[in-house]
């Protein structure tokens, strides 16, 4: 992957590069991250909240990162807000 990111960037081809990163980050969305116990435990206690996660990354990767640190669950939907809605 990397080999491949240099060369589109080299060529100047940014679009081709974002989105092998996408493909890449989709395909392996959790890579090397683990949720602490301790934070577990917070949720666990928070499990009658209705709960939400404000973050800048794509729908389709966060909710991929969410299943993968075995948390999606604690959410009730996966709707995304777009950020100009927020202001």
């Given at each position: 992957l990397q080999v491949h990111l240099e060369q589109a960037l080299l060529d100047r081809k940014v679009d081709e590069a974002v989105d092998l990163f996408?493909?890449?980050y989709l395909a392996h969305p959790v890579g090397e991250r683990t949720l602490s116990p301790q934070m577990r435990a917070f949720l666990a206690e928070l499990e009658?909240?209705?709960l939400a996660v404000v973050t800048n990354k794509p729908l389709a990767i966060t909710l991929r990162i969410l299943e993968g640190l075995d948390i999606a669950n604690r959410l009730k939907t996966g709707e995304a807000i777009p950020p100009?809605?927020?202001v």
């Amino acid at each position: 992957l990397q080999v491949h990111l240099e060369q589109a960037l080299l060529d100047r081809k940014v679009d081709e590069a974002v989105d092998l990163f996408r493909e890449h980050y989709l395909a392996h969305p959790v890579g090397e991250r683990t949720l602490s116990p301790q934070m577990r435990a917070f949720l666990a206690e928070l499990e009658d909240l209705r709960l939400a996660v404000v973050t800048n990354k794509p729908l389709a990767i966060t909710l991929r990162i969410l299943e993968g640190l075995d948390i999606a669950n604690r959410l009730k939907t996966g709707e995304a807000i777009p950020p100009d809605a927020l202001v």
